[in-house]
């Protein structure tokens, strides 16, 4: 038995030698047949494979699963080396990750996977090698990877992480979550992504980054970055950054733009940071910064909530240094900016809304605002500024409305601000006297309708400087005014609108004026007693209106079809007592400078005004006026096209029977009409005077004589508005039906002639703006305004873009606000150049943006826009 057991064992070792020499041969050695026909072979590795002990080939950790392996060019293993290569498209999968390149070498002990990508003859990788797990790949020269820790090592390695792409010369991964990258460059080149490109566009460059990947998003940190545009280095440098890729808000660094101001020098506006704050609402802080000692600090609350309201708070304070300290040219003001926006969704709730738009400025903002957007918005030439607050509240069941607001008027030309504080109205809903029961109105008493509603205000004028001080509560007006007003119209004849109207005021006030003559001073003084005093006022009218139509019928060979003149004429007349009459008691006397007993009512500079003084029987008298024509067309599918001559062409007057003396008003016609295809808008007013005007020696104001039929030109104002485009020139040609080739240039789409020149359309618009005032009332001297304001844009290319606008005053021949704006579209970027050449503030401002959505939060951007003031990045 034992020689037989011996006899055995021999035999079962060749056996063995015999195989695994066989199995070595098989791997080690290609064959031409294996190469041409593609054969690929697998190899399953575990722990008991190729007859080892697995204590010998991994004496501290098992492999928890198959690694399976496979190459279409070379497949060889060493048991002395402890090691598997494969060769020319190979592969190697264990659980969610997979290795392909051009050459793999496995480690069975240590469980190490070497990777390169293919090269060329000078060693040059030319396909990298690519490492696909979880979905997503990642793009290495080189790369070692630990199947049992799961690190790894990658040299030159591109990693894509939602919109765009980071490439490092060196990566370590120290688990499926964090990626530690030195000397590496992030961007989110569209071009560069898809590897249309082998250049980003842009990049920001960085010594470290690290990726920390989680559940459901990522984000990089960074230590010192900087942007490169172009391979270009640019001034932008952050000390870190934190770029999340998420769908979730997120925080980051504002980016400023930077530029020049002639008067306070070099700047950065809108450097600052953002930070959303739970569901509802984000912060951010911008801060604007000067060379010459100039700031402003912005900070923006801005909340949400889907269906029901949305708005923002913001505020901006700072100071404006002008001049060199110790020089009388030197000075430093403070301004200050208060904002305001809610807005209530429509569908929120119908019976009550809440509505507020708060812009609160210091006197001196816009011209001391170190704030560049105020000056693009030309927010800077703002004479005057509004402020309100609107509460309404609607009953289901109720015929009422009741309206609350608050309204803050600021008027820089006179450094006045009006005040209301609050103003509250409560309106009953129109009514029929006497409705009829089938809701069918026929007649003059079933057409009665009223209105009615009584109003409460408070209201002060005075400064910025006694805002809500003693001084400005003791000037405080306070009110109450109700109104009621009763209509109704019938129908006469068929062809005429008859209506008769009455109105009624009733006003309390807690204020009277009284005024008296001081010899000393030479002037008239105003002094408001306290005390409750009202007045009641009311008018009646009545008027008939009818609409009559002409129309000119052309034969068949005339180039015009028709003219149709529709004249709307009316007549009324109104009824209103002489308030003035001292038996009302609305009236005082006192004694002017010459001893004359002068008129004026106690309710002057009232709250609600005065009652007006005079009788009144006067007959009015309005022609409205619509002139058109039809001219045959060719171009149009009828043929025949309908061309506007006058839209509206509106006379009015009235004669006042009751007065004393001129008795005619002077007369007004208003027109309005558009020409060349409704392109070309025309908007006029004319004012004429019928009664000579006298002048006495040595004065400019002028008496109306009850001469009669002199008629002079009292106002005049022409509006002319004109927008043009390409189109204007006819049908825009058509380059893909005259070119028939089309490529790109930089990533410009463009169209080639046979000799490969590029042809690209440009679009271009441009809104030209005419106005002209003349104003004369009783003056010897008019004054005449007149302007010319361009608007336009020029697409040069189609990623090129020129705007800008610009007014001439052609009475005081001279250039009024202009501003030039370049901008151009870089694919995943946008750089715009803003410039005001000439004026109070002269300013050029540069701006980079990057448009990938990815970085909406951490880096900011919008798309800059002259409408929108605060855009930033």
Known sequence: MTALARSIFKSILLILNILIFNNILAQTVPTNTAEKNDVRDSISITKDSLGIKKDTIIPKEQLEDVVKMKAEYKTS??????????????????????????????????????????????????????????????????????????????????????????????????????????????????????????????HMSARMIKLLKGKDNAQIVTGPIQMYIEQVPTPLILPFAILPFSDKRSAGILIPSFGERQDVGFFLNGLGYYQPIGDHFDLKILADLYTKGSWNLKPELNYLKKYRYSGNFAADYGYTVRGIKGLDDYSRTKTF?????????????????????????????????????????????????????????????????????????????????????????????????????????????????????????????????????????????????????????????????????????????????????????????????????????????????????????????????????????????????????????????????????????????????????????????????????????????????????????????????????????????????????????????????????????GSDIGVRTEDFGHFSLQGFNLQLSYPMSEAIFGKKEELSKKYKKKGEIRNENYFFDDDNYSHYTPTWTLNVNANYAYTRSLSRLPTKTATLGLDGSIKLTPYWNINGSTNYDIEQKALGYTRLGFARDQRSFTITFNWVPFGQYKVYDFFIGIKANILKDAVKYKERSFTQPNSTF
């Open 77 to 202: 293993s060493s048991i002395s080396n402890k090691q598997t290569t494969l060769q020319k498209n190979a592969q190697i999968i264990y659980q969610d990750m997979q290795i392909d390149a051009d050459y793999i070498r496995f480690e069975w002990e240590t469980g190490k996977v070497y990777a390169r990508g293919e090269q060329d003859k000078n060693g040059k990788i030319i396909t990298p090698a690519v490492a696909t797990q979880g979905g997503k790949k990642f793009e290495y020269s080189e790369v070692i990877y630990n199947i049992k820790t799961k690190q790894a090592i990658a040299f030159n390695a591109r990693t894509e992480e939602s919109e765009g792409v980071i490439v490092a010369q060196k990566t370590k991964k120290y688990n499926d979550s964090v990626f530690v990258m030195s000397r590496a460059m992030y961007t989110t080149d569209e071009y560069f992504l898809k590897k249309k490109d082998s250049l980003a566009d842009y």
């Open 337 to 697: 900016r208060i904002a305001w926006r809610h807005s209530q969704d429509s569908k929120a709730n119908p019976y009550f809304t809440f509505n507020a738009s708060v812009d609160i400025v210091s006197s001196k903002f816009y011209n001391n605002t170190v704030n560049n957007n105020y000056i693009f918005n030309q927010n800077v030439l703002n004479t005057q500024q509004t402020s309100r607050v609107n509460v309404t509240k609607r009953f289901l069941n109720l015929p009422l409305t009741i309206s609350a607001s608050m309204a803050y008027s600021q008027n820089f030309a006179t450094g006045l601000t009006d005040l209301r504080l609050p103003d509250m109205t409560v309106a009953i809903n129109q009514f029929y006297l006497f409705k009829p029961k089938t809701g069918v109105r026929t007649g003059l008493l079933e057409n009665i309708n009223v209105n009615t509603g009584l109003a409460f205000s408070n209201y002060v004028t005075t400064t910025e400087d006694q805002l809500f001080k003693k001084g400005m509560w003791e000037d405080l007006k306070t009110g109450a005014k109700n109104n009621i007003s009763m209509s109704t119209n019938t129908t006469l004849a068929k062809y005429f609108t008859f209506t008769i109207s009455a109105n009624a005021d009733n006003v309390i006030t807690t204020k009277t004026l009284e005024k008296k003559y001081n010899p000393i001073t030479n002037l008239v003084e105003d002094n408001f007693v306290n005390g409750i005093a009202g007045y009641s006022t009311f008018s009646a009218s009545t008027s008939l209106q009818t609409v009559l139509y002409g129309q000119k019928n052309f034969s068949k060979t005339s180039p015009i079809v028709a003219i149709r003149h529709m004249i709307t004429p009316s007549m009324s007349f109104n009824y209103s007592p002489d308030f003035g009459d001292r038996s009302w008691g609305y009236f005082k006397n006192y004694s002017n400078a010459r001893g004359e007993m002068t008129p004026y009512s106690i309710f002057e500079q009232g709250i609600y005004g005065a009652p007006t003084s005079g009788l009144t029987q006067s007959v009015g008298f309005n022609i409205n006026n619509n002139l058109e024509m039809k001219v045959r067309s060719k171009s149009d599918s009828t043929g025949v096209k309908k061309v506007k001559i006058f839209e509206n062409l509106n006379v009015t007057g009235n004669y006042n029977f009751a007065a004393e003396r001129n008795k005619w008003s002077v007369f007004t016609v208003n027109g309005q009409s558009s020409f060349f295809n409704n392109k070309l808008n025309v908007n006029t007013s004319l004012t004429l005077e019928p009664y000579r005007i006298a002048f006495t020696d």
